[in-house]
Nanobody, 123 residues
Framework: QVQLVESGGGLVQAGDSLRLSCAAS????????MGWFRQAPGKEREFVAA????????VYAESVKGRFTISRDNAKITVYLQMNSLKPEDTAVYYC????????????????WGQGTQVTVSS
């Protein structure tokens, strides 16, 4: 079992940067692929980025490619999402998720979820 707690959200202006953190607890963190998803009001939860358990491979949604970077520190049991050049359309609740196995982009494949952190980007 893995518990996830996100932090780092906030209100920023377009063009600013934010770094989200996801602190994990429980056993076996280093064996989980980790993902970030987001959900805007009235929209479905969508994939943002994911990273393999070892951190050697990442995948991004086209909408954030080149602006966002996912990383993990297994010693600190934390995964990060560095978000640069933020746009108003990035406004959403951002969720961290864990999947025991290979990297995945579908929310249906993730077993554990955090409570989310709000990111609001003003124009």
């Amino acid at each position: 079992q893995v518990q996830l707690v996100e932090s780092g959200g906030g209100l920023v202006q377009a063009g600013d940067s934010l770094r989200l953190s996801c602190a994990a607890s429980g056993r076996g963190f280093s064996t989980y692929a980790m993902g970030w998803f987001r959900q805007a009001p009235g929209k479905e939860r969508e994939f943002v980025a994911a990273i393999t358990w070892g951190g050697g491979s990442t995948v991004y949604a086209e909408s954030v490619k080149g602006r966002f970077t996912i990383s993990r520190d297994n010693a600190k049991i934390t995964v990060y999402l560095q978000m640069n050049s933020l746009k108003p359309e990035d406004t959403a609740v951002y969720y961290c998720a864990a999947h025991r196995g290979l990297i995945r982009t579908s929310k249906d494949d993730y077993e554990y979820w955090g409570q989310g952190t709000q990111v609001t980007v003003s124009s």
